[in-house]
């Protein structure tokens, strides 16, 4: 019998909204994502085991930074 198990990292997204964005220059749409780690039997995740925190991937360039990004203000908050 074959059986086939690992782990396996699952990200969902936590809120939406604008951001500076370091690597673009510029204000950007962001995903805020929280990651978990999952236990999987044949590729599925059954079992949640751990938190892996949480970063912030910009829409544009698909860049991943942390969380503290969002504390640099955008062109509109600035004007």
């Known amino acids: ?3 086939v198990f690992g ?3 699952v990200f969902r997204t936590v809120s939406e909204g604008t951001f500076h964005c370091p690597q673009c220059g ?3 749409a962001y995903r805020r ?3 978990r780690r999952w236990f ?3 590729f599925v995740p059954m079992v ?3 938190r892996l925190g949480q970063a912030v991937e910009c829409r ?3 860049g991943r930074f942390p ?4 504390r640099t203000p955008t062109a509109q908050q600035m004007a």
């Open 1 to 3: 019998m074959l059986l």
């Open 7 to 9: 782990l396996t990292a």
């Open 26 to 28: 510029g204000d950007r």
């Open 33 to 35: 994502r929280a990651g």
């Open 40 to 42: 999987s039997v044949f």
């Open 48 to 50: 949640p085991l751990w």
């Open 60 to 62: 544009t360039c698909r």
């Open 67 to 70: 969380a503290s990004a969002l």
